[in-house]
């Protein structure tokens, strides 16, 4: 940085976080493309484009809520079981047929709702991390599932099964509706109380506290749309499947991949840091990768390493970004208090 007599101190302007997810996902498609056509495979076609997208839904759903709950500091390894429970309540009540989608939808996503809401008292009441009040809630639902229910249960109506299938302009409904809820869950990080206070609380609690923020309100919602947003999933799943499954969600894994789509879309565990847009990225690199290593036939094992190094190597490059923005003044004395 160079300073002349009269002027600021000129500073180079840095890629945004998000901007960085998009041109990772950009070179990710350029790099699949090419792997797929060397293999005599076309990449570039409709189905598979619409494979894409369908596979960025399920997971895009559960990711959204999950950015809404990390951002407030929070964390929820409880969706899978809930996107399971939503399977399940949906199913059992649209088994009397075109009359039971609308009270299934509704009672589906009132369920998931009560969990959330339990998750986020268990945080904010009784002070127990989100990790752990998660995890406990996850594991009795759990517990509930395996027991009750063996096998698949109740079933969807053809009506209902259309959601799953259907295409507008080559683009899977599925895909349509998840950008929908991202793009109003992106509206209620920017432009509400509520969503300004969610930052508040993922920065710092106590400050936000101080601020005359009530802290505990926005930790709740955010639990609650995030468990809703999960039912979601499961209400998607159940129009693929046309039946409930109590271990859907969990043989989804969708608990770890939302939690790393959305580290990859530039969000902080820590809270407070974070947006919509770059989940739906980190989304659809993990799509994106998934669609070309099954084209290809790449052995499971090494999906995960592959997932995995991409969740490093992105984590990694951008504790190096916030190292290179603090003030030159903070390294210097950080290197001088030894």
Not at 261 to 283: D, F, K
Not at 297 to 322: M, T
Request: positive net charge; charged residues 10%; glycine residues 14%.
């Amino acid at each position: 940085m160079s300073v002349v007599a009269g002027k600021r101190p000129v500073r180079k302007r840095r890629l945004s976080t998000t901007a960085i997810v998009y041109l990772v996902l950009a070179a990710v498609v350029v790099l699949s493309a090419i792997l797929v056509t060397a293999a005599g495979k076309p990449f570039f076609t409709a189905g598979n484009l619409a494979a894409v997208l369908t596979l960025m839904s399920i997971l895009g759903f559960v990711a959204i809520g999950q950015t809404l709950v990390i951002l407030a500091g929070s964390l929820d390894l409880s969706v899978p079981y809930v996107v399971s429970t939503a399977s399940i309540v949906g199913a059992g009540i649209m088994a009397q047929g075109t009359a039971g989608i609308v009270p299934g939808i509704l009672a589906a996503l009132l369920v998931c709702g009560a969990i959330g809401v339990v998750n986020g008292l268990i945080v904010t009441k009784l002070k127990v991390h989100g990790f752990i009040a998660t995890l406990g809630v996850g594991l009795i639902i759990s517990g509930w599932l395996g027991t009750s229910f063996q096998g698949s249960f109740g079933s969807a109506p053809p009506e209902f099964r259309l959601i799953g299938a259907t295409l507008v302009a080559g683009i899977p409904l599925s895909t349509l509706l998840m950008l929908a809820c991202a793009a109003l869950a992106s509206l209620l990080l920017h432009r509400t109380r509520l969503g300004h206070h969610l930052y508040a609380v993922g920065g710092s609690a106590t400050i936000a506290r101080l601020s005359g923020v009530r802290t505990q309100v926005p930790v709740v919602v955010a639990h609650a749309l995030c468990s809703m947003l999960a039912g979601l999933a499961g209400l998607l799943l159940l129009s693929r499947t046309s039946v409930g499954s109590p271990t859907i969600g969990s043989q989804g894994g969708y608990d770890l991949m939302s939690i790393a789509a959305v580290v990859l879309g530039g969000t902080l565990l820590s809270g407070g840091v974070g947006s919509v847009l770059g989940t739906i990225g980190g989304v659809a690199i993990f799509a994106v990768l998934d669609n070309v290593m099954s084209v290809l036939e790449v052995n499971p094992f090494l999906k995960d390493f592959i997932r995995g190094a991409v969740i490093v190597l992105a984590v990694a490059l951008y504790a190096w970004r916030s190292i290179q923005r603090r003030p030159p003044r903070f390294l210097a004395r950080k290197g001088g208090d030894r």
